[in-house]
């Protein structure tokens, strides 16, 4: 759905009135939030900034010894999202429905 909506102008860089970044939105903005740690990853790959602030209590904070293995893991599932095809529109599923 990322990939989609960036192809189709989505601006990553985008922050809210209180400086958060698309990829901090995805990192638990909220104590009862759900984290989406490939989002967050493949956003950080498109070039949104990430302040790492999660505030969801479901945050996995990896220990100093972890964090290389866990950075190789987001990127490795930042690649695995990012090599998906894009979702074909409704327009262009419309037209190829046979009738």
């Not at 290389?68 to 429905?97: D, H, L, Y």
Request: glycine share 4%; proline share 8%; aromatic share 2%.
């Amino acid at each position: 759905m990322v990939q989609y909506l960036v192809t189709r102008g989505a601006d990553v860089h985008s922050r809210t009135k209180d400086g958060d970044t698309v990829a901090d939105l995805a990192n638990g903005l909220f104590e009862h939030a759900v984290v989406h740690p490939d989002t967050v990853a493949l956003l950080e790959r498109l070039g949104s900034a990430n302040s790492h602030n999660c505030r969801s209590n479901e945050c996995v904070v990896p220990t100093k010894e972890d964090k290389p293995a866990a950075a190789a893991q987001s990127a490795k599932a930042a690649e695995s999202i990012a090599s998906r095809p894009p979702a074909p529109t409704p327009m262009a599923a419309q037209e190829n429905t046979p009738k």
